[in-house]
């Protein structure tokens, strides 16, 4: 069994910062990207950013130089740094993680349960 579990989400002013995390636990034998992705009522859900277990980061247009995605290999977790945020970001932010439950096992997508960031306009 593999849980990810989100914190950071609040509400913020316009302009703020929220740092969200996010904590893979269970069976894990390997964890390849994780990932933020962001899912507005009546919205296809959107990839927001993206790392590799080597580090290596991509992120959509609209937030790139704001935010910010890192991980912690150790703890299995990943944070996402969001800067100057906007009222239209208001909206769940939810953890991906495609990892292994064991060497001979494919890589499977996990997601969290999604948290809240509110950004008043």
């Known amino acids: 069994q593999v849980q990810l579990v989100e914190s950071g989400g609040d509400l913020v002013q316009a302009g703020g910062s929220l740092r969200l995390s996010c904590a893979a636990s269970?069976?894990?034998?390997?964890?390849?990207?994780m990932a933020w992705y962001r899912q507005a009522p009546g919205k296809q859900r959107e990839l927001v950013a993206i790392i590799t277990n080597g580090g290596i980061t991509n992120y959509v247009d609209s937030v790139k130089g704001r935010f910010t995605i890192s991980r912690d290999n150790a703890k299995n977790t990943v944070y996402l740094q969001m800067n100057s945020l906007k009222p239209e970001e208001t909206t769940v932010y939810y953890c991906?993680?495609?990892?292994?439950?064991?060497?001979?096992?494919?890589?499977?997508?996990?997601w969290g349960q999604g948290t809240q960031g509110t950004v008043p306009s």
């Open positions: 991906n993680a495609d990892l292994r439950t064991g060497w001979a096992a494919p890589a499977t997508s996990y």
């Open positions: 269970g069976s894990i034998f390997s964890i390849n990207t």
